[in-house]
């Protein structure tokens, strides 16, 4: 669904204002969506489209740092309960210190007050802690031929023993064909079918709640022409309820039908 949800300005003056979201507006959003959100197969989420305009995400994507150039954020090593690969040709960058001013005001919005309230709104999931140290968030990027496994994420941030909740996805590809794939990927439970797919077009936000049967990935090779990547940007939030997360666990890597 395509939503009207940032506020009139220039992508500059939103950010270095810190003030991106029309709130009144965001909220109405979450009043009308609570529902849809709740009831959303195969766990509960939402898919937004123009979260963020064109121009916005072009604007961003101007200052998204090049990656290559920063050697030990490739996610290589990572590898399935029988040895497979997990993910290949990613990279990302989670300290606030290493991305342009403009991407850190990004982050500070969508940690604050204002953005958890309308989370909270619209996911039933309160109070809800944004995570200061983006444990495994920021901004991740996937080159030609990469993938990443179906999986439920790790279920504690690993500095503060927070019980992880929410997913907050924005696509930051504004060119992107859908011909290329690394299309979000949403599974059942029993990792019998895929539920929902989700191109990553730029603007567009995905929301999802989290579990151990949270699983979704885009685990199909790239497709994309070299030069090109799939980029987003990566918000977990948490809650301090022990019983919502009894269990530590790490990363629960899923086998595809017909790999087991």
């Known amino acids: 669904m395509a939503a009207e949800l940032m506020r009139e300005g220039t992508p500059d003056e939103l950010l270095l204002d810190c003030h991106v979201f029309d709130y009144p507006r965001l909220m109405q959003f979450a009043e009308t969506h609570a529902g849809a959100y709740a009831a959303a197969a ?4 939402i898919v937004i489209d123009e979260f963020l305009s064109d121009d916005f995400v072009r ?45 850190r005001c ?7 007050g204002a953005f958890l309230a309308f989370l909270e709104r619209l996911t039933g999931i309160a109070p809800l802690l944004p995570d200061p140290y983006l444990a495994g968030g920021g901004l991740h990027e996937t080159q030609r031929g990469g993938f990443l ?4 994420d790790f279920n504690r941030q690993p500095e503060l023993g927070l019980a992880r909740r929410l997913n907050l996805l924005v696509y930051l590809n504004p060119d992107w064909n859908p011909a290329w794939g690394g299309d979000l990927e ?6 019998a079918q895929c539920v929902q797919r989700v191109p990553p077009l730029g603007g567009r936000c995905v929301i999802f ?11 199909h090779p790239l497709a994309c022409p070299e030069g090109q990547a799939r980029r987003s940007l990566a918000m977990y939030y948490y809650t301090h309820d022990a019983v919502a997360a009894p269990a530590r666990h790490d990363t629960l890597w899923q086998a595809l039908p017909g790999e087991k």
């Not at 195969?42 to 989420?45: Q, R």
């Not at 920063?70 to 989670?94: M, Y």
């Not at 709640?209 to 685990?219: A, D, E, L, W, Y």
């Open 42 to 45: 195969p766990f509960p989420h």
């Open 59 to 103: 604007f961003v994507c101007a200052r998204f740092p090049d990656l290559r150039e920063r050697p030990g954020q490739e996610a290589v090593s990572a590898q399935t309960d029988d040895g497979r690969p997990a993910q290949a040709g990613k990279r990302w960058i989670s300290r606030e210190s290493a991305v342009d001013i403009a991407i």
């Open 106 to 112: 990004l982050y500070w919005e969508l940690n604050s």
């Open 149 to 152: 496994r179906v999986h439920a």
């Open 186 to 191: 949403l599974w059942d439970a029993d990792m």
């Open 209 to 219: 709640s989290t579990s151990r049967n949270s699983f979704h990935g885009h685990p």
